[in-house]
């Protein structure tokens, strides 16, 4: 069943052109500030992305999307038409801090809807914003899982305090967008995923059918069985300059995949962690990026010579898959040749290296950031979000979710979060959403994560903030344990995404400056555990978002609800039940206020 309708353009979906992701050194990067303006029409195409014909999403008819590229202090306009037949959208700037302005964060029903609501078929909507940092970012839908299909692309953000630079550190630079690919739309698998029976008779996230590298894959066509056209692609083409430095800005925009990305016969050195410029690890074979996360890697094309062709692989780590599609073939492929193409495949071999059984992150303790930055040396405020595989019950029936304490995320767009907050509520619905307050006059604050899923990795991220990650451990992390816990409080990196681990129940403690007022979700970036109620809420100086001016343009989407739509209408993957009883998930509490060393309770 397909639920993005009938495809709004007779023209196919396209990739991006090759040169499309490239960095020009023609770019300027200065502290002068400037306003860049985008135009973007998001609409439903058919295309063969890795071969198999099916109906995805498109911007100005490609997917992945137009390159944003601005420099720091830039002020970002991009200007949306949602051609969408049947469904409304939104986009988020995945990694900016988005502070000031909130509203533009772009999650209906918490920051999209904060006072603006979502996009509606046919209308058009302008993002506007102005970033203060810099680094490697993406954009993508936060609406049910429309990222899934397609809507999504880079954002890169230079300055002239980067530490990386263009001539010194690297003479080449270019984006490399990961997706893993599914020939069922997103909905139609979202749907059976959130029913008794489940996707193809689980509740697991379920396996793609091939990678793409910038749009493309290659399928094997031979297995197709259902009748649908399906055309043998070519691998992409990569040509680097011989004996110069190309760094790389890898970006997982998958939904399930952790990635490990590698060049044959080429050592990597990782320079920049999400937007966090890095000093090592140097020399190392594989580099592993989840869902949400982005690195940059330095590659020394002084192997070879002209004409020489070596394989790029990006290996998806399918220890962590529950199930695994007969047809997939795990690795996706890139050709990467010294100089002008030569015609032939490369015929290099892949590192000898056994890939992990569980999906983890680089070692925190190797990820040194190149400029120090040390976390508040205390947090006045702590949150703890236990987040669980667990099953509701509704009218007798058992469905599976995913609980953050004990709370399975309900999303119902047209009652916005941010809303409630600038409106003067002090809490947020309990039965709705796992929620935390960090309140005004907190200046440095902890979020623990306990990860009570002994065979799940997640891929966690947190809007609004990046966070240093000043512990990790076994087991599950209490608040009185907290107090006395030992931190790394000297330099540690800091990110907006990162793993915790399946092989033990384990939790992470994330140290925040809480600086920035705004309503923040903290969720796993695997869209389909998303899909199944994988999120919280950091409500963050509440008495800054009440003194909040929201701009008419924002207010004015939530008057655009259509006729006989409830205010109660959930988002598509984000569905009520009326739960009666928790059959597990009782590992936490929900609604957690926190202030001043107070326990949260």
């Known amino acids: 069943m397909a639920l ?8 196919s979906a396209i ?6 992701y490239v960095l020009n050194s023609s770019f300027t990067i200065t502290d002068t500030p400037a306003t860049r303006s985008f135009d973007w029409v998001v609409a439903a195409q058919t295309g063969t992305p890795d071969g198999y014909n099916r109906t995805l999403i498109t911007i100005n008819n490609q997917m992945p999307g137009p390159l944003i590229e601005a420099n720091e202090g830039d002020t970002i306009i991009v200007t949306v038409r949602n051609s969408l037949v049947n469904q409304t959208m939104s986009i988020h700037w995945h990694g900016i801090y988005q502070n000031g302005s909130a509203w533009m964060d772009g999650v209906p029903g918490v920051t999209q809807a904060t006072l603006q609501c979502p996009i509606q078929p046919g209308q058009t909507f302008t993002y506007e914003f102005q970033v203060n940092q810099y680094g490697t970012y993406w954009y993508h839908s936060h609406s049910a899982v429309q990222y899934t299909d397609g809507l999504l692309g880079p954002l890169i953000i230079h ?3 980067d530490p990386l630079v263009r001539g010194t550190d690297f003479e080449e630079e270019r984006v490399l967008f990961f997706q893993d690919w599914y020939h069922d739309e997103a909905s139609t698998i979202v749907n059976k995923l959130l029913s008794v029976d ?16 910038n749009g493309v894959g290659v399928y094997n066509c031979s297995a197709v069985t259902d009748g649908t056209a399906c055309t043998m692609m070519s691998y992409p083409e990569l040509n680097i300059t011989p004996n110069v430095k190309t760094r790389f800005r890898i970006i997982n925009g998958g939904s399930h995949a952790q990635f490990y990305f590698s060049v044959d016969n080429h050592t990597l050195d990782v320079v920049e962690a999400d937007s966090t410029a890095i000093s090592g690890p140097s020399a190392v074979h594989r580099v592993p990026f989840h869902n949400g996360q982005r ?3 330095i590659l020394d094309a002084s192997v070879g010579s002209e004409g020489d062709a070596y394989w790029l692989r990006a290996k998806m780590n399918t220890n962590c898959f529950a199930t695994i599609d007969d047809t997939l ?21 892949d590192w000898t290296d056994v890939l992990p059984d569980d999906c983890t992150d680089l070692d925190d303790s190797v990820l040194i950031p190149a400029v120090e930055s040390d976390p508040p040396s205390t947090a006045a405020g702590i949150a703890i979000f236990d987040s669980v595989f667990g099953t509701i019950t509704y009218n007798g029936v058992s469905f599976n979710r995913f609980l953050i304490n004990e709370t399975t995320y309900t999303n119902y767009i047209y009652q916005p979060f941010l809303n409630q907050v600038n409106a003067g509520n002090s809490t947020l619905n309990n039965s709705n959403v796992a929620w935390a307050t960090l309140n005004d006059g907190v200046y440095g604050a902890d979020i623990v994560i306990n990860n009570l899923d002994p065979g799940l990795d997640h891929p966690y991220h947190l809007h609004g903030q990046d966070f240093w990650i000043v512990a990790r451990g076994d087991g599950q992390l209490t608040y009185d344990a907290a107090q006395t816990l030992s931190y790394n409080l000297s330099n540690p990196i800091h990110r907006d995404t990162l793993v915790i681990p399946a092989r033990r129940v384990s939790y992470a403690v994330l140290r925040i400056n809480n600086d920035n007022p705004g309503v923040w979700v903290l969720h796993c970036h695997i869209a389909w555990h998303l899909a199944e109620g994988f999120l919280g809420v950091v409500v963050s100086n509440p ?4 003194s909040m001016t929201i701009p008419t343009a924002v207010t004015d ?8 739509v409830s205010i109660y209408e959930t988002e598509p993957g984000r569905r009520r039940r009326d739960v009666v009883g928790l059959v597990k998930g009782s590992h936490a509490r929900r609604g957690l206020r926190t202030e001043q060393k107070r326990h949260p309770l």
């Open 4 to 11: 993005l309708g009938t495809p709004a353009a007779t023209a």
């Open 15 to 20: 990739a991006p052109a090759v040169s499309a």
């Open 159 to 161: 300055s002239v305090d």
């Open 198 to 213: 489940g996707y193809e008779g689980s509740a697991a996230a379920p396996s793609p059918q091939s990678g793409l590298i």
């Open 295 to 297: 690195y940059s890697v």
């Open 329 to 349: 073939n795990s690795t996706v492929f890139a050709i990467v040749r010294y100089g002008a193409s030569s015609g032939s495949d490369p015929t290099t071999s």
């Open 543 to 546: 008495s800054a978002i009440g």
């Open 557 to 564: 989407l939530c008057s655009e609800r259509p006729a006989g």
